[in-house]
């Protein structure tokens, strides 16, 4: 889409209207900023349509990235658990950076979209055991380049586990691309 000066972008996903702020990623990109932190509502209705598309396939585990996609994740999680029988689904994190009390830590090196340096991505040796021969479903904000997603499914091989499905609420156009990618929206880009 051509960028004019506008300050922002107007989208509805999950039913919820939103006005995002554009923001400029070089002197010839601009991105619309899609953000959950705080928004309680459209984190909620995001990760219970997200579950019920990702209901049907067969995972034990979600995997995320830190640290917008966290709530969402935490939702689709809760949607997914049966709390009556007292079956909880679980989720691990992948973090930016090695803390303190990880131990047999994995990390792989990154670039995205929105930061400008490379940046490590961390699976801790305790989520990489519990996700070690499982079948996981990633659970992401945006995905824009792919590189975050290709980052993860390589600390998951690493952790031999196997990502059967690829959630986020909203797919950047012109550039990932992958046809069962579950998406709940587009985004487009903005350029001069």
């Known amino acids: 889409?051509?960028?004019?000066?506008?300050?922002?972008?107007?989208?509805?996903?999950?039913?919820?209207?939103?006005?995002?702020?554009?923001?400029?990623i070089?002197?010839?990109?601009?991105?619309?900023?899609?953000?959950?932190w705080g928004d309680v509502e459209l984190t909620n209705a995001c990760a219970r349509l997200l579950a019920d598309r990702l209901r049907p396939l067969?995972?034990?585990c979600i995997v995320s990235v830190e640290a917008k996609a966290l709530p969402l994740a935490h939702m689709v999680a809760t949607y997914l658990s049966d709390e009556r029988a007292g079956r909880y689904f679980p989720y691990a994190v992948c973090r930016k950076s090695v803390k303190?009390?990880?131990?047999?830590?994995?990390t792989v090196q990154v670039k995205s979209i929105t930061t400008a340096a490379m940046q490590t991505l961390v699976l801790d040796g305790a989520d990489?055991?519990?996700?070690?021969?499982?079948?996981?479903?990633?659970?992401?904000d945006v995905v824009s380049t792919g590189g975050s997603l290709r980052a993860v499914d390589e600390l998951l091989e690493r952790a031999n586990a196997d990502v059967v499905a690829r959630a986020a609420v909203l797919?950047?156009?012109?550039?990932?691309?992958?046809?069962?990618?579950i998406h709940l929206g587009t985004l487009p880009i903005f350029t001069k």
């Open 171 to 181: 797919l950047e156009e012109g550039g990932y691309q992958d046809p069962h990618l």
């Open 58 to 60: 067969s995972f034990e």
């Open 128 to 140: 990489a055991r519990r996700v070690r021969g499982k079948r996981v479903a990633v659970v992401d």
């Open 1 to 24: 889409m051509r960028y004019e000066g506008q300050e922002s972008y107007e989208i509805t996903v999950a039913g919820l209207r939103r006005r995002l702020p554009l923001v400029p």
């Open 26 to 36: 070089n002197d010839s990109l601009w991105i619309a900023a899609f953000v959950l």
């Open 100 to 106: 303190g009390y990880m131990k047999d830590a994995l």
